[in-house]
């Protein structure tokens, strides 16, 4: 005599019931599931299709006994997921996707999708209204997004392989293409591009490549040892984003008393110190190499921040501002 509990409308506990019939050899069929769990047959369908496709089940039908069974022995996974780390997950998946070059969003969703069937009536996420709740205003990579998708995808499994890459790369400011060997370290996403961090043979040093400008890349075959004292950490620490110079130099930046309310609030760099002027500006200090970008954030706060410091840094921006002038003079 059946003394189960029928398992409810949750499709976790459905599936488990029919798992547990099954591994008992009982040899279920869909019209005494349905039937006993008080749902549609096609309901018990699709769950019979997740026991199979989802969760590897090895389920057959015998046409003899009329029912399901297993060819050999089976167990569900079982997972423990707090309704918060449910929800973490739909939302990582979000994030992903806006990435859109990589194949990490469709895997997880698809991972998502096989974790979610299997949470308990405890449980209950409405996956459809998720967005609805948090979204992300991701910037699209920079680039062209078939041959940005083919050139990451690439550069992915070689440094999981650990193998040297040659590569035909464009670089912008100098207008040129050369070719060059590259044994890569580290893919990242900064800012709306996506960027390639290696020991470049030609320079015989670390560079950092923008995926978005490289034309070709092909795996030469010849894998290389990670160097030991590598560090990410280390080699972006005096970057102010991702652009690499040389030694780093001082910079001083003054902001007036209105942008000085906003950047108190903000960590820019390790190295930040914040210098309090009796006119309610401040001072903000860093230790930067690269200042290309550094330019171009100061240029962006317009006539509230000033560079103090370095004074070359301080005489390109003004020239800058010297052509932005000659170029509204013009109207």
């Not at 680039?143 to 040297?164: A, C, F, H, M, P």
Request: charged share 30%; aromatic share 12%; proline share 4%.
């Amino acid at each position: 005599m059946e003394t189960a509990k029928p398992p409810g409308r949750n499709a976790y506990a459905r599936i488990t019931h029919i798992h547990r019939l099954i591994s008992a050899k009982r040899y279920p069929n869909v019209p005494y599931l349905a039937e006993r769990i008080e749902v549609s047959r096609r309901t018990i369908e699709r769950d019979i299709e997740k026991l199979r496709d989802f969760f590897g089940a090895p389920i057959e039908y015998d046409h003899y006994k009329k029912g399901y069974y297993y060819l050999e022995p089976f167990e569900l996974p079982h997972v423990k997921l707090t309704e918060g780390e449910a929800l973490a997950l739909v939302f990582s998946q979000q994030l992903f996707s806006q990435y859109k070059v990589t194949s990490f969003d469709s895997q997880l969703k698809t991972a998502i999708d096989k974790l979610y069937g299997m949470l308990p009536d405890t449980i209950s996420l409405d996956l459809n209204s998720v967005s609805e709740l948090i979204s992300f205003d991701v910037k699209r990579p920079r680039g062209e997004e078939d041959r940005l998708s083919n050139t990451y995808e690439k550069l992915l499994q070689v440094i999981s392989k650990r193998t040297t890459v040659t590569i035909e790369y464009y670089t912008a400011y100098r207008d040129e293409t050369t070719v060059r060997n590259v044994d890569p370290y580290h893919l990242r996403y900064h800012h709306g591009a996506w960027y390639l961090i290696g020991y470049c043979h030609n320079r015989d040093c670390v560079r950092v490549f923008a995926i978005d400008r490289i034309i070709s890349c092909n795996d030469t075959g010849y894998t290389f040892d990670l160097p030991k004292d590598f560090s990410l950490e280390a080699f972006l620490q005096h970057s102010f984003g991702i652009e690499i110079g040389s030694e780093p130099v001082e910079v001083k930046v003054r902001f007036d008393s209105y942008q000085a309310r906003f950047m108190r609030e903000m960590l820019l760099h390790p190295s930040q110190e914040i210098e309090e002027l009796d006119d309610e500006g401040i001072i903000i200090k860093m230790k930067i190499g690269g200042l290309g970008e550094v330019k171009r954030w100061v240029l962006s706060f317009g006539h509230h921040a000033e560079v103090l410091e370095p004074q070359s840094l301080r005489k390109e921006i003004r020239e800058e501002l010297e052509a932005c002038q000659k170029q509204y003079e013009k109207l």
